[in-house]
């Protein structure tokens, strides 16, 4: 062979070589939708009420299109799927996906494998603003939105004074993370101040809520978080090109044509907003978002485009399974999920740290 | 493509780092920028670059005004090679280099850009290195992985901030010699910050040295890496002697006390 068509078949091999390793990542993606789909059955038929596997997909089928499989059954079975099980599965899945993307965005956003979502205090303004309508009665909006709204505005809230404190020095991830940790401390002793002074059941309620809990899902709450998550998911991959690109630092992403800065505070509002409305219907369940991303790198690297869905879909698994531990395990007293995320997620990590001798990245 | 550099001022707060400031580059030819700490080289790099933006000033690529181009454009005329780059989650070599085409394309790399990218990892013989991770190579791989980078940007100009810094001996003349050979092969410019005045008299077509934020000589290695001028610039004293027609500089010791700048800030 000549000196050319030695080069020619290296050149093929290569391009061979990093095709495939592309086709592979994309594969992992592809095999977690059915997963997840199966997922959702099992989960479903898994509960102190005994239902089948089959009996979940033959109820689903049949609200899909009542006219094929002979019109709606309203049986024992299907009220316990429709209005208890599928609902609160539905919420986790939703909160496994949001959690599991915005923690695979805050990491390389902040430039710190520790982020997770509720880096920006989320979860702490989250908790104080339900402690107030909780145990003062104290809200924004009035009735059954009262608890929710409130979270929802005071997460806000301390995200975007974390975004404007922290974008007059440049909005560097260091002063982001700084101000992130005192507003968290800012919104622990104003929630530690306000359950001093109220009554034990108020308080114990309050408490109660913080702890992430899947009960509280219905219909009418998926239709409020389903499209915030859908839309949000849908904008954090379309940064996610941008984000490879951040991760080797600001000035070489500067240098590659990358508007480093809005894209740092753009990520930054949608996966607030994603997660603070997360939160607020769920209360705050840790560890999915920190573990999932790392989990994901650890199979298929650390591609963006890849990870931010994947991570989501990896979250959704982890939510979906840790919660139907949660609710079998203890049958049929169910726990609240953000006790069994840490549970299930800290030896999973460790074990994966362990594992793995070139630490994290 | 044409660079010139016109009257550049910079300063941090309390602190002019560039005071006027004028240089300009050609096509072929490389630029070496010398001068002690703190002189201004790296400023003056971020300035053409366009990640500091001077106080007065501008900087010129064929006559256009660098401020009215987008960072998208500039990315497509400059190839940046920052000192040393780490990244928090390693990605691959490949994808490392890929990322030079990012300017190119907008949410996905096309099989123009695999190939683009291949055949620049064949030259500069990453190919074996291909799918290894970033982080996980040595200081002089890592230089080549962002020299390839910058490469895949396919740049008119390629600005190289003390490339050689972290190197061996081996290594600083493989990739002065990569540097060299690209200047020829693909026309371009090559503007260099560089401590190491035997390697900027080898390579460089012209030298720049700068002292106080000022362009203190500028030509070839002859007219600028004179005793006289090491001595003002650095405030050391060198000898200076000519081997095989290159310069080569040998410090002996430096000049006591008067050039001492925390002194000399202290009215001493």
Known sequence: ?361 | MKVAVEELFYSYPGKDVLKGVTLGLVETEIICIVGPNGSGKSTLVKCVEGLQHPRSGRVLFDGVDAAKLSRVEIARLIGYVPQSSSQLFSASVFDTVMMGRKPHYSWRCSDEDVDIVSDILQMMELDDLAMDDYNNLSGGQQQRVLIARALAQEPQLLLLDEPTSALDISHQLEVMEIVHELVHSRKIGVMMVIHDLNLASRYADRIVMLHNGLVYAAGTAEDTLTEANIEEVYGVEADIHCHNGTLSVIPVRRVSGMRNPVLQAAGV
């Open chain 1, 1 to 361: 062979m000549s000196n050319v068509e030695v080069l020619n078949t290296r050149s093929l091999h290569l391009k061979e070589v990093y095709n495939k390793h592309r086709f592979k990542k994309r594969l992992f993606v592809i095999i977690l939708i059915p997963i997840v789909i199966l997922l959702i059955g099992l989960a479903v038929a898994f509960g102190s009420a005994d239902i089948s596997f089959t009996d979940v997909y033959k109820a689903i089928f049949r609200r899909i299109v009542p006219s094929l499989a002979g019109g709606a059954d309203a049986g024992h079975a299907d009220i316990i799927i429709w209005k208890l099980r599928l609902p609160r599965i539905l919420m986790g899945l939703l909160a496994g996906v949001a959690l599991g993307s915005a923690g695979a965005v805050m990491q390389v956003v902040l430039r710190n494998p520790l982020a997770d979502p509720y880096m920006l205090g989320i979860s702490s303004a989250a908790g104080f603003g339900a402690s107030l309508a909780i145990v003062l009665g104290v809200g924004v909006f009035a009735g059954p939105y009262l608890i929710i709204g409130n979270a929802f505005l005071f997460s806000l809230l301390s995200s975007a004074l974390i975004l404007a404190l922290s974008g007059r020095r440049g909005a560097s991830p260091e002063s982001m993370i700084l101000t992130g940790l005192a507003l968290l401390f800012f919104f622990q002793a104003m929630t530690t101040i306000i359950q001093y002074f109220g009554d034990s059941e108020a308080v114990k309620a309050a408490v109660f809520w913080t702890v992430g809990d899947l009960g509280k899902a219905d219909w009418s709450k998926l239709a409020i978080t389903a499209p915030l998550v859908f839309v949000g998911e849908v904008l954090l991959i379309w940064k996610s090109g941008d984000l490879n690109i951040m991760n080797t630092g600001d000035s070489s992403a500067k240098s590659l044509g990358i508007n480093v800065q809005g894209t740092r505070i753009f990520t930054m509002i949608v996966c607030t907003i994603m997660v603070a409305g997360i939160v607020s219907f769920t209360g705050t369940i840790g560890f999915i978002g920190l573990v999932s991303p790392h989990l994901v790198r650890m199979i298929i690297g650390t591609d963006n485009r890849i990870l931010v869905p994947a991570s989501g879909l990896v979250g959704a698994v982890l939510l979906v399974l840790a919660d139907t531990i949660a609710r079998t395990i203890l049958s049929p007293v169910i726990l609240p999920v953000g006790s069994v995320t840490a549970f299930l997620g800290v030896p999973l990590f460790v074990y994966l740290i362990m594992k793995r001798k070139g630490g994290l990245a």
